[in-house]
């Protein structure tokens, strides 16, 4: 069971990653990549939010269903680090390196800032994903 868990949310979260990056290409062109840099951000919003409200104390690591939806599946599914990797090298052997570097910097820093804002947001809200 645990698989179509995984499996149900990853293709949700492929489907969203897709949108997302279209949207964000098609409004903010495709010199840089913005859409890649969007999704690993928001994805990094989501993660922080779901890994505080399914924190689960005494618990082993995602024993439960809803864990394996939304952070392995949906989360996995939806961020791009692969995607980064692969526009980054693209970057280099274009030698721009201004925006590899650029790219890198903003991934990294943005998006471990938006993991950790969506964790605080999810510590000052009541999660309606608690299971406690």
Not at 10 to 29: D, I, P, Q
Request: aromatic fraction near 12%; include cysteine.
């Amino acid at each position: 069971m645990t698989y179509l868990w995984i499996f149900l949310g990853g293709g949700v979260g492929s489907l969203l990653r897709f949108l997302t990056s279209e949207w964000t290409t098609r409004h903010w062109g495709s010199q840089f990549p913005w859409g890649t840099l969007a999704v690993n951000v928001t994805g990094c919003l989501m993660i922080g939010v779901l890994a505080r409200w399914l924190e689960n104390p005494g618990q082993p690591d995602g024993t439960f269903p809803t864990r394996h939806l939304l952070i392995v599946g949906l989360c996995g599914g939806y961020t791009t680090f692969s995607a980064f990797s692969v526009q980054t090298l693209e970057l280099i052997r274009d030698h721009a390196f201004g925006k590899a570097i650029a790219n890198v910097l903003l991934s990294v820093v943005c998006c471990l800032l938006s993991t950790s804002l969506g964790y605080w947001l999810a510590s000052k809200n009541t999660s309606p994903l608690s299971l406690r």
